[in-house]
Nanobody, 125 residues
Framework: QVQLVESGGGLVQAGGSLRLSCAASGRTFSKYGMGWFRQAPGKERDFVSSISWSGDTTEYADSVKGRFTISRDNAKNTLYLQMNSLKPEDTAVYYC??????????????????WGQGTQVTVSS
């Protein structure tokens, strides 16, 4: 059974940094693309960033490009999101996600097979 567990969220002042982690278990981590999404109160869940199974390809939402960096450590079965220069509008619950099929391009859409429980990020002004 695939499990995704996020951690690293918290309260930070604007301009600060946080690093989110997503620990995966239940299958061979290195075969699957992964991504981060976020959902602010009263809003839809939006794409933030993704990384291919090999780690060679990354994508970012325009709103976080240049500030956030996604990475993965296949030896540790862990996905990361380094968030710098945080803004109040980055406040949201952040989720990691992955798919059932291996070696598949990770979509920016919300239709993914596995999701973590989310971790809260709050940026104060």
């Amino acid at each position: 059974q695939v499990q995704l567990v996020e951690s690293g969220g918290g309260l930070v002042q604007a301009g600060g940094s946080l690093r989110l982690s997503c620990a995966a278990s239940g299958r061979t981590f290195s075969k699957y693309g992964m991504g981060w999404f976020r959902q602010a109160p009263g809003k839809e869940r939006d794409f933030v960033s993704s990384i291919s199974w090999s780690g060679d390809t990354t994508e970012y939402a325009d709103s976080v490009k240049g500030r956030f960096t996604i990475s993965r450590d296949n030896a540790k079965n862990t996905l990361y999101l380094q968030m710098n220069s945080l803004k109040p509008e980055d406040t949201a619950v952040y989720y990691c996600a992955t798919d059932r099929s291996p070696y598949r391009t990770f979509s920016r859409g919300n239709s993914h097979d596995y999701w973590g429980q989310g971790t809260q990020v709050t940026v104060s002004s």
